[in-house]
């Protein structure tokens, strides 16, 4: 075996140098805490009609002749109060919605900051997740660090003015937004965006850049993110702004099913081959670390696994 400007003398180095390789390829520097506060005066313009704000989460803004629409808070009002001055900058006319794409804390405790005549619009499934489980995910939030316990310090939801079952569209002036439910995923009330005539698509959780689907408790299921991709590969969006990470493009979504699918048909073949789901996260952890080394979070597979495992009894 020969390596340029090296050779290599016996098997016992062949075996040395690949076991540390295998070490370095297989170690991950841990990944940094998010930066909780969105920047400030700083806006990507994504297409004509859609802005986001890059942050702890990614804010969408959308911008008609006639309204806006502000998608997503940030965690807590002093958040809100950043995302909320963004939108009132881009703004072209008076009215104002606020949507969001779930309700956990980051997404949804900054509603407080907006002025009392903004139009706050959810999906009847997301609006009982709220209300079922809203301020627990804002103390569990709050126990995680000071910080954090400081911008959600006396949070609370106000009632939505519009409600909708499964879509619901809004003529902002020269642009439309679709805003949809395709059923439980991430959490049960999973909202999406689709901004026409952008072919923009504000994704939430369900469509991200390159991240294991994140199954925080039993409110989330597989099967169901897996079914809304299937349903979401044939509309063609052109540009995706999702919940966290890097903005992109429409491969995101085949990028997403493929991985997805991938991952649920090997947790199922090794539960038909009698592994535990312990032992066949760790496997598939390994596996995946190899098959994608530049997927950050593959620690998140073993979760993954254990609701695969459930949802298949």
């Known amino acids: 075996m020969k390596m340029p400007g090296y050779r290599l003398r016996n098997s016992a180095a062949v075996a040395a140098m690949l076991v540390a390789s295998a070490a370095i390829a297989l ?18 313009h994504v297409s004509p009609h859609v802005w986001a704000i890059v942050g702890f989460p990614n804010i969408g803004i959308v911008v008609g002749d006639r309204a806006t629409l502000v998608v997503d808070t ?15 900058k881009l703004s072209k ?28 619009v959810r999906p009847i499934a997301q609006q009982k997740e709220l209300e079922d489980k809203g301020a627990a995910f804002v103390a569990m939030f709050s126990s995680r660090s000071p910080q954090m316990k400081e911008l959600l310090e006396g949070v609370t939801f106000r009632a939505p003015d519009i409600t909708f079952e499964k879509e619901l569209t809004l003529d902002l ?24 005539p952008d072919s923009t698509l504000i ?13 925080p408790d039993d409110n989330a299921s597989m099967k169901g993110w897996v079914e809304i991709l299937a349903a979401l590969r044939p509309m063609k969006f052109k540009y995706i702004v999702p919940d966290h990470g890097a903005l992109g493009d429409g491969s995101l979504i085949e990028q997403d099913f493929q991985f997805f699918t991938k991952l649920q048909h090997r947790a199922l073949e090794m539960k038909k081959q009698g592994k535990s789901a312990d032992d066949a996260g760790a496997a598939l952890t ?4 190899t098959k994608f080394p530049d ?15 459930a949802e298949n009894p």
């Open 27 to 44: 170690a991950r520097p841990p990944q940094a805490p998010p930066v909780l506060m969105l920047p400030e005066n700083q806006v990507t």
């Open 74 to 88: 940030g965690l807590g009002p002093r958040n809100g109060a950043i995302a909320l001055h963004e939108a009132q």
């Open 93 to 120: 006319g008076p009215v104002l919605y606020l949507t969001t794409t779930h309700y956990h804390a980051e997404h949804a405790a900054g509603e407080g900051a907006f002025p009392p005549g903004t139009i706050l």
């Open 173 to 196: 002036g020269g642009v439309k937004a679709r805003l949809f439910w395709m059923g439980q995923a991430h959490t049960k009330g999973d909202e999406l965006i689709d901004v026409q």
């Open 203 to 215: 994704s939430g959780d369900i469509v991200q850049n390159k991240m294991v689907p994140n199954l």
């Open 286 to 289: 390994a596996e995946f670390r």
């Open 295 to 309: 997927w950050p979070n593959l620690s998140a597979i073993p979760n993954v696994v254990k609701h695969v495992y």
